[in-house]
């Protein structure tokens, strides 16, 4: 049973040591020159104008929160979909159910305003 | 043991390369497209022994040497780890998620029936759901470390679209996991093999239309590829989540864009098109509908099997560089709306509406 997961082993191996060469060529490499205007921020020509740690707007935590409540949804239709032919009518008409609640839920947030202005 | 470690090594090793090979042919597609789209030649002047290449010697060997020779600098304020932590994250994932995808059927060699897959797994789909996801990381990373307060917009902005097509994704992949009832490629794959009526190949696009117009609409938004790619803004924010990163880092970035266009290809190919079958190829031959036989090799008919993977692949990349340079970028909220308000309802749709059909028919 784990034996099958020795090739996707061998895989992670493979491509963290090609990423790591990438990463360590870089070092080696290209010439390291700095100047104090190579550190700032790159804002087109002017002078950087302020920290980057400064608030954003929180509609992007709204919609993560969304998507980790439809994520939960398309996670629970994956095991149903692959057996549903077992489960006949009986089963769609549970996971129907289990779909209409929360398209539902989607149907309140839409016309709540929760996915304007994104 | 060893040998299966040796087996898969080699197979592994063989389509990391197969990739970096598409990533490089991807990019100069998006030049030569580009520039003939566009009435103009594009790039042509670098050449090898007086071997131009129409441009391939520019994008393959003249591009990275370039990336790999700049300074890597690092801007003031940020955690250097970080800086150099994003780009990996970004690029590891994408790598390890087009290895799951099956290129041949098996290979009969030295007494072993080699599975012609780098990760032969029994729920190849999620995981490579999975790795896709993960390369999310990468780009709130890359924001987050750059401290440049438009990078980190770009990057916030990048990963929520991200999230929202992952949606639309996971759903249109969920009515073709119920049209063949397994999560496994290779056994995808091979269920196209079979003949519709005798004569017509049962590709996957023939039982699910629509979910391969969501695929590709929310694969190429997932990608954050033109006319989706609000997040990287060429022409607005200059390079967006990637702006603070130079030299070997910037090559990653842009590596792991084609890549993932070579993924979104790859899984177009195996779930819709058929992957590496040929129609009327089965392991001994060609059987026309006619009754008209052709014997073939064995290693005939896996190279030929191998070559109509990648000539599927490459013009699935083709495609989406071809709709890159067609359609103008859609704003932030028209693209948000189209996620949640589209692509979202209409998957969910479609899964409900196959589960119908396919009962029905079975009953």
Redesign the interface.
């Known amino acids: 049973m784990a034996e099958q997961y020795l090739p996707a082993l061998v895989t992670f191996c493979l491509a963290g040591g090609l990423v790591a060469t990438f990463a360590v060529l870089g070092k080696l490499l290209g010439p390291q020159r700095s100047t104090p205007l190579k550190g700032d921020a790159f804002e087109c020509g002017n002078p950087p104008s302020g920290s980057a740690r400064e608030r954003f707007p929180v509609r992007f935590y709204l919609t993560a929160i969304l998507f980790i409540v439809f994520d939960v949804e398309v996670v629970f239709l994956y095991p149903w979909a692959v057996v549903f032919r077992q489960l006949g009518w009986f089963g769609f008409a549970e996971m129907l159910v289990f779909v209409a609640v929360l398209a539902i839920a989607l149907l309140y947030v839409w016309k709540k305003g929760a996915l304007e202005w994104e | 043991m060893w040998v299966?470690?040796g087996i898969?090594?080699i197979?592994?090793?063989a389509i990391?390369g197969v990739v970096m090979a598409l990533a490089g042919v991807f990019g100069w597609f998006e030049r030569k497209v580009s520039a003939y789209m566009q009435d103009r030649v594009g790039a042509n002047r670098c050449s090898v022994f007086g071997f131009a290449g129409a441009g391939l010697i520019n994008t393959i060997m003249a591009d990275p040497l370039k990336f790999?020779?700049?300074?890597?600098?690092?801007?003031?304020?940020v955690d250097r780890l970080l800086h150099?932590l994003a780009?990996?994250v970004n690029?590891?994932p994408v790598?390890?998620a087009f290895?799951a995808i099956p290129f041949g059927d098996v290979l009969e060699a030295g007494g072993r029936s080699i599975n012609l897959q780098?990760?032969?797994?029994?729920v190849g789909v999620?995981?490579i759901l999975a790795m896709v996801s993960l390369s999310v990381y990468g780009v709130v990373l890359g924001g987050w470390a750059?401290?440049?307060?438009?990078?980190?917009?770009g990057g916030?902005?990048g990963?929520?679209q991200m999230?929202?097509y992952?949606?639309a994704m996971?759903?249109s992949i969920?009515?073709m996991?119920?049209t063949y009832?397994?999560?496994d490629l290779q056994t995808m794959v091979r269920a196209q093999g079979h003949l519709i009526g005798g004569w017509l190949p049962a590709w996957g696009v023939l039982y699910q239309p629509l979910a391969f117009l969501l695929f590709l609409t929310a694969g190429m938004a997932e990608t954050k590829r033109s006319p989706f790619d609000l997040p990287e803004g060429e022409s607005e924010l200059?390079a967006g989540y990637f702006?603070?990163f130079s030299?070997?880092?910037y090559?990653?970035f842009f590596m792991t864009d084609f890549i993932e266009v070579a993924v979104v290809a790859g899984l177009l190919t195996t779930m819709f098109f058929g992957g590496w079958q040929v129609p009327y190829l089965m392991r001994d031959g060609f059987h026309f509908p006619l009754g008209v036989t052709v014997a073939l090799p064995h290693l005939l008919v896996v190279a030929l099997q191998i070559v109509s993977f990648l000539l599927k692949v490459v013009f699935f990349g083709w495609l989406q560089c071809l709709i890159r340079w067609t359609l103008p970028r859609i704003r932030?909220?028209q693209l948000?709306?189209l996620g949640?308000?589209g692509l979202?309802?209409v998957s969910?749709a479609n899964?409900?509406a196959t589960?119908?059909v396919?009962?029905a028919w079975?009953a």
């Open positions: 299966e470690i898969a090594a197979k592994t090793g990391l790999a020779t700049k300074e890597d600098f690092v801007p003031a304020g150099t780009p990996c690029f590891f790598l390890v290895a780098a990760v032969p797994l029994n999620l995981y750059s401290n440049n307060r438009f990078s980190l917009l916030i902005r990963s929520a999230i929202s992952e949606l996971g759903l969920v009515a996991v119920m009832g397994t999560l200059v702006i603070e030299g070997v880092k090559l990653m932030y909220d948000m709306g949640w308000k979202l309802p969910l899964v409900l589960a119908v396919i009962l079975q």
